[in-house]
């Protein structure tokens, strides 16, 4: 059985998932064990599906930001924060100070 991922980026520069897609063939060898449902970088889903991993990336800077986080999280058993951005705000949530 496959363990399912979703993703979502929030603002920000979108530069983690770059980097995930970056990965190329490394990212193929993964298809075996990993589906990925959700990953908007690479497909066009609108909703959240139900997976085992959610990865968040990017700083909640508004109100569909905010949605979005709480969307994710309703839909999956483990959310990752990847990032400076979804960790510490990043850049993005450096306009929070002003």
């Known amino acids: 059985m496959k363990t399912t991922v979703s993703t979502e980026w929030l603002s920000g520069c979108s530069g983690c998932h770059v980097a995930m897609v970056d990965l190329h063939e490394k990212l193929l060898a993964l298809m075996d064990t990993v589906e990925f449902v959700r990953i908007p970088v690479l497909m066009d889903e609108k909703g959240y599906p139900a997976a085992d991993i959610g990865i968040i990336e990017g700083a909640i800077r508004s109100e569909h930001d905010r ?15 990847f990032g400076t951005c979804a960790v510490y705000g990043g850049p993005s949530g450096i306009g929070w100070l002003h």
């Open 67 to 81: 949605h979005a986080a709480l969307a994710l999280r309703a839909s999956v058993k483990t959310l990752v924060a």
